[in-house]
């Protein structure tokens, strides 16, 4: 399995940036996507899901009516659109397969075999 992300940088508050994630190694258009992010120092944050044929969405409330995940199955690919950032969005954001789900307040993630390199954001003035 390999999941690649790209489209990281630095932006100014208000502004934009678009994450990729491309896949290989396993049957993208079957498998659940996720972007989760990690801020220096805390855990790991759930961001956005999409399900296999891209019809269903879900976003955490620190994102909802910000940032917009897609996906493109012919590409192998995964998106985050993110618009509105703001700096407590700064993170290395990781493309993650599979399924996440969460008890009694604790994220329970995929392993790590299924997770991205990551690529960083940051959002300064």
């Known amino acids: 399995i390999q999941l690649v992300e790209s489209g990281g940088g630095m932006v100014q508050p208000g502004g934009s940036l678009r994450l990729s994630c491309v896949a290989s190694?396993?049957?993208?258009?079957?498998?659940?996507m996720n972007w989760v992010r990690q801020a220096s120092g805390k855990e790991p944050e759930w961001v956005s899901a999409?399900?296999?044929?891209?019809?269903?969405?879900y976003s955490a409330n620190s994102v909802k009516g910000r940032f917009t995940i897609s996906r493109d199955n012919a590409k192998n690919t995964l998106y985050l659109q993110m618009n509105s950032l703001k700096p407590e969005d700064t993170a290395l954001y990781y493309c993650?397969?599979?399924?996440?789900?969460?008890?009694?307040?604790?994220?329970?993630?995929?392993?790590?075999?299924?997770w991205g390199q990551g690529t960083q954001v940051t959002v300064s003035s």
């Open positions: 993650v397969r599979g399924e996440v789900t969460t008890f009694n307040g604790k994220w329970n993630f995929p392993p790590m075999e299924f």
């Open positions: 999409i399900n296999p044929g891209g019809r269903n969405t």
């Open positions: 190694g396993f049957t993208f258009d079957d498998s659940d």
